[in-house]
């Protein structure tokens, strides 16, 4: 029995997604199974019924998920499409996929339950995650507390990944909220990626095209800053989907037009809070002349694939023990923790959902301890969970 292709396409989970594997041939000797328990009741009844779908491999790997009768539906599709069993040589020479090879497509098609899970719910608002329009509170002025002989490297600042990615479908959306709710919730460090094409600067998340420019981001942070000349924010600004390696003068020229050129901190130097007040700090992630700070003299945790929702935990492990460098390392230097991640299996709303609950959960237990975080950069942060962050300082 060869199991039959599965290419179907479920657009309405998300603009980007396109199902997996095709074509796999196991062995004889082997059994797999998937086991649908508890259905019984109609999908479409009043009061939706919970489904649960385990892989079990000669009882020793469990993986389990729990979808609703909605999500049922469209896995059934799938689930139809595909019959696992032992198998007869068919002596036709065709070569055999390995049932390690099977294994993993029924742990990704496991994985596949978890993304489908939060794609097809509705917005959320927790005190850790939101991927809701507006944030729940806002929080415009929080530095004017922070000392000016204070040096920015030992100030902790909650911030956002790809903080402009706010369209392309689940696989690219990173933020829900728009720059200046960002800024007014309290966010202070910005990751803005640029494309380079003649002279303009277009911000993108990978190849999607996140409807703005470079210039509509240097106004609304000139604009939050003129309102609230108490704070500074930090940019890391880099090229993406380009590969001019000359974007210095571009730059340049759109803060000479959408801003002003005394806005930025001119200095690769750290400054002080007093120093930084009612500026933008650029982290210069491109080559030219120096513009502010050198992105690269930051200490940097950054790993960002996760290659399926299995490897959370890899991801949280990163996260903790580079919160706890911060803390114990350098104030001299600062410090930027990547909270965010995704992978084709586990999108940036997943891995957020997941991520932002143990980062939440962690800091609740350090509360009331002098610690220095760093930068924190998270995926839909929720205004709490923002809060949490701020209140090290």
């Not at 496991?110 to 939101?130: H, N, S």
């Not at 580079?322 to 992978?343: C, D, M």
Request: aromatic share 10%; net charge neutral; glycine share 6%.
């Amino acid at each position: 029995m060869r199991v039959r292709e599965m290419g179907h396409q479920y657009n309405g989970l998300s603009e980007n997604f396109h199902y997996f594997r095709s074509n796999y041939i196991m062995e004889a000797k082997h059994k797999t199974v998937i086991h649908k328990r508890d259905c019984a009741t109609n999908c479409c009844a009043k009061s939706p019924p919970q489904y649960s779908f385990t892989y079990l491999k000669d009882d020793v790997l469990h993986l389990e998920a729990n979808i609703d009768a909605k999500q049922h539906c469209i896995f059934n599709d799938l689930l139809d499409s595909v019959t696992f069993g032992s198998v007869e040589d068919s002596g036709m020479g065709r070569s055999r996929r390995s049932v390690a090879a099977a294994q993993r497509t029924l742990a990704e098609m496991v994985v596949f339950l978890g993304v489908l899970a939060v794609t097809c719910k509705g917005k959320i608002q927790r005190p850790d995650y939101d991927d809701t329009s507006a944030p729940e509170f806002l929080n415009p002025s929080w530095m004017a507390s922070v000392p000016d002989s204070r040096s920015l490297s030992e100030v902790t600042l909650p911030g956002t990944h790809n903080t402009m990615a706010l369209y392309g479908g689940a696989l690219t959306e990173c933020q829900s909220w728009p720059l200046d709710l960002q800024l007014r919730a309290g966010v202070r460090f910005l990751d803005v990626r640029v494309r380079h094409v003649k002279g303009n600067l277009t911000i993108h998340h990978g190849v999607v095209y996140q409807r703005a420019h470079f210039g509509e981001v240097l106004e609304g942070v000139a604009r939050f800053l003129l309102e609230w000349p108490s704070e500074t924010v930090l940019m890391r600004l880099k090229e993406e989907f380009s590969e001019t390696n000359d974007i210095y003068a571009a730059v340049v020229g759109y803060v000479h037009r959408h801003a002003h050129w005394d806005l930025l901190w001119h200095s690769r130097l750290t400054p002080t809070m007093g120093q930084a007040r009612g500026k933008l700090v650029i982290l210069q992630d491109f080559s030219g002349p120096d513009l502010g700070m050198r992105y690269g003299s930051l200490d940097i945790a950054d790993d960002w694939k996760v290659p399926t929702l299995l490897h959370v935990s890899e991801k949280w492990q990163s996260v903790r023990e580079h919160l706890a460098a911060a803390a114990a390392g350098n104030k001299a230097r600062v410090f930027l923790t990547f909270a965010s991640g995704a992978g084709i299996f586990a999108y940036p709303n997943a891995v957020a959902q997941r991520i932002n609950a143990r980062l939440h959960k962690h800091l609740s237990d350090m509360v009331g301890l002098p610690e220095r975080l760093g930068i924190v950069t998270m995926d839909f942060p929720a205004a709490p969970l923002l809060k949490m962050i701020i209140d090290f300082n």
